[in-house]
Nanobody, 127 residues
Framework: QVQVVESGGGLVQAGGSLRLSCTAS????????MAWFRQAPGKEREGVSC????????VVDDSVKGRFTISRDNTKNTLYLQMNSLRPEDTAMYYC????????????????????WGQGTQVTVSS
């Protein structure tokens, strides 16, 4: 049984930092591109960042470029998202996802390209 579990969310002031973690089990983690999505109340789920199976490629949405960094440790089956200079508009539920392939395709941010989802971790940024 595949399990994808996020952690590290919380309440932080604008300008602060958080580090999200995602641990996956029941799958060969290193074979999957992994991604972070987020969904704010009343908005659609959107892709934040994606990283290929051996970390050879990383894609970051323009809205978080220069502030968020995605990384992975295949020895620990863990994905990370370092979030710096947080803004109130970053407030959302953040989801970890295993993509259908081992690389971040041009359509990586489409939910249809996700094979497994986590339950999400809430990030709230106060002004």
């Amino acid at each position: 049984q595949v399990q994808v579990v996020e952690s590290g969310g919380g309440l932080v002031q604008a300008g602060g930092s958080l580090r999200l973690s995602c641990t996956a089990s029941g799958l060969t983690f290193r074979n999957y591109a992994m991604a972070w999505f987020r969904q704010a109340p009343g908005k659609e789920r959107e892709g934040v960042s994606c990283i290929g199976w051996y970390g050879v490629s990383a894609v970051v949405d323009d809205s978080v470029k220069g502030r968020f960094t995605i990384s992975r440790d295949n020895t620990k089956n863990t994905l990370y998202l370092q979030m710096n200079s947080l803004r109130p508009e970053d407030t959302a539920m953040y989801y970890c996802a295993a993509e259908v392939s081992g690389y971040c395709s041009g359509s990586w941010s489409r939910p249809l390209n996700v094979r497994y989802w986590g339950q999400g971790t809430q990030v709230t940024v106060s002004s």
